[in-house]
């Protein structure tokens, strides 16, 4: 069975923007995001991928408190 694909919401792509880091981007996130490495087989992609979830679940915690109101750019 496939996983299902992560497709970032305009919502969650917005709160990235704002956040501006260098690196973790829309298009950086939405490759790592559906990457399914093995440890074992692949460890560098496996890691980036794992940095990639955390940084989304970052970002999925703050939509879900209403994004980032008091932050401007």
Not at 14 to 28: A, D, F, P
Not at 37 to 52: F, G, K, R, T
């Amino acid at each position: 069975m496939e996983p299902c694909k992560i497709r970032l919401t305009e919502e969650e792509k917005s709160i990235i923007r704002t956040l501006g880091h260098s690196r973790l981007t829309e298009e950086y996130l939405s490759h790592w995001l559906n990457r399914h490495d093995y440890v074992q087989i692949n460890a560098p992609a496996a890691l980036i991928s794992m940095e990639a979830r955390g940084f989304y679940e970052a970002v999925l915690c703050i939509a879900a408190l209403g994004g980032l109101p008091h932050v401007k750019k």
